[in-house]
């Protein structure tokens, strides 16, 4: 199986300062769960979501946990605070390893073609986004 629309998403996010790139994994999940809910439905994207986690708290065991929000809370408000409570590069690191299980997953799950027309979609929102920020605008 072939990744490089994923290769080419994990350069450019490794190019980015640890907090540019961090803040873009992290707009990655508002756009993928946007783009994924209407074709899987929320409790698919949840378990998704969920199994993603699992796997990757192999590496990172406080990935997504906050224990004081309500179990009713977005999944992405947890995952947010667990990484404003560690060190920038760690946090970086467990959210690049989040987004490649995350799309690993999705590719197994869905296919490749499906993955990569949805990784699209994040990956044309961050260029124009990175345009308009070089024009000012």
């Known amino acids: 199986m072939t990744y490089m629309l994923q290769n080419q998403i994990v350069a450019r996010l490794n190019s980015q300062s640890p907090e540019h ?68 590069t760690e946090a970086g690191a467990a959210s690049l390893a989040l987004f490649l299980t995350f799309t690993d997953l999705l590719a197994v799950l869905i296919g490749e073609p499906l993955t990569n027309r949805l990784l699209r979609v994040f990956w044309t929102s961050e260029l124009e986004a990175g345009r308009d920020k070089e024009l000012g605008s």
């Open 21 to 88: 790139a961090l803040k873009l994994t992290l707009q990655f999940w508002d756009v993928i769960a946007a783009e994924l809910t209407p074709i899987v439905g929320k409790d698919g994207f949840a378990m998704l979501y969920s199994r993603c986690i699992y796997l990757a708290r192999e590496s990172y065991p406080w990935l997504g946990q906050d224990p004081s929000l309500s179990p009713s809370a977005l999944p992405f408000v947890a995952l947010k605070n667990s990484f404003a409570q560690r060190d920038i």
